[in-house]
């Protein structure tokens, strides 16, 4: 749509730095007046919805985690003009090394009663970068405290790509990483292996050996920030534990009192 959001737009060419208008609505007719949701919404370079290249700009049942991002505008356009429809705006991005330059943008919408209550699984979230929170377009705040956790309850775990990084200038662009590469599974095991160092030593002066494989990882991990360790932790995490169940066994005893 165009900025006015009063039609569909004609051209379907955007340049990096322009901001791309969305509009989800759905036809109530004869039906109890509905809430319309953008449960996620996930771009790929190709229409198939099951590309190994991928990048979800929302989430988490209604979590617009592109707005999360540096210098990123994208978020939910408040207050609807319709409980029935739904805008958001997203900034313009491509994926690093495709020379096709086309994007598919495929999402999955969803309805409640329009009065029901927004919760964790129904909502629309933006990330306000001037009050550091989570913000609904309707609801209270804590509907969108699980955008934060990255976890909403029955939210689909999607595969996920690093922040996207942004190029100098005088307008905000940026690309998407092209693909997987082994230095991100790399930088996940080197990750995996300094967390381990340190559960098994503990806290002193050999914790400096898995402090730095951490560094090691996080920098071959392509990560741009907290944003990628975040997204990552929980499976590092649970990689920790399988490594030390096959480790052995250092004298350890744990007292309660």
Known sequence: LPDDWS?????????LGEVLHFQA??????????RLFVDNCVATPTPDRSS?????????SGCLVDGQLDDATSTFIS?????????????????????SNLIYVICHLKVSMADQAPDPLNKACSFNKASNLWAPV?????????????????????????????????????ELPSQFGMSQ???HLWMVLGLAAIA???????????LQFIFIGYRLGGGSGEVFLERQMNQ??????????????????ISFS
């Open 236 to 253: 590092i995490i649970m990689s920790t534990l399988t490594l030390l169940l096959c480790l052995p066994k250092p004298n350890l005893s």
């Open 138 to 174: 309707e609801g209270t705040r804590d509907v969108c405290s699980c955008c934060e956790m990255r976890s909403c309850g029955l939210a689909r775990h999607s595969r996920r790509l690093h922040a996207p990084s942004r190029w100098q200038g005088g307008r905000a662009r940026r």
């Open 7 to 15: 039609a569909e737009r004609l051209s379907t060419i955007f340049q």
């Open 185 to 187: 599974y790399a930088g």
């Open 200 to 210: 098994i030593t503990g806290f002193n002066s050999h914790s400096l050996t898995g």
């Open 79 to 99: 207050p609807r003009p319709r409980p029935d429809v739904l805008q958001f705006a997203v900034d313009a991005f491509k994926f690093a090394g495709d020379s």
């Open 25 to 34: 609505g759905v036809n109530t007719e004869n039906h109890a007046p509905l």
């Open 52 to 60: 190994s290249l991928q990048y979800p700009f929302i989430d988490f």
